[in-house]
């Protein structure tokens, strides 16, 4: 079993940041990739990025590319999602998720999911 939890979360105005964290409770989380999903009331899970194992193997969606950036500390076995200059449209729950079997774009390829945070982000 892997267990995700994110913390972080809350109510922004439109150009601050907020980093989000993702404690995930297995003992070989550096061989993981881990992944940050969002999804907004009414709207599919989508795709935010994917952090393989380093720092410098990462993906991006290009809504948030160039604004978001993900790390992770192994020694935590937390993963973490740098969120700047942040806009109403990033309004979300924000999920992390650990594991995909394929394309990491795609919400159902991941094995393991947190329960996510809320992210507000006002005008």
């Known amino acids: 079993q892997v267990q995700l939890v994110e913390s972080g979360g809350g109510l922004v105005q439109a150009g601050g940041s907020l980093r989000l964290s993702c404690a995930a409770s297995v003992r070989t989380f550096s061989t993981y990739p881990m992944g940050w999903f969002r999804q907004a009331p009414g709207k599919e899970r989508e795709f935010v990025g994917v952090?393989?194992?380093?720092?410098?193997?990462?993906y991006y969606a290009d809504s948030v590319k160039g604004r978001f950036t993900i790390s992770r500390d192994n020694a935590k076995n937390t993963v973490y999602l740098q969120m700047n200059s942040l806009k109403p449209e990033d309004t979300a729950v924000y999920y992390c998720?650990?594991?995909?079997?394929?394309?990491?774009?795609?919400?159902?390829?991941?094995?393991?999911w947190g329960q996510g945070t809320q992210v507000t982000v006002s005008s």
């Open positions: 998720a650990a594991d995909p079997k394929s394309g990491p774009t795609i919400a159902t390829m991941w094995t393991y």
């Open positions: 952090i393989y194992w380093s720092a410098g193997n990462t």
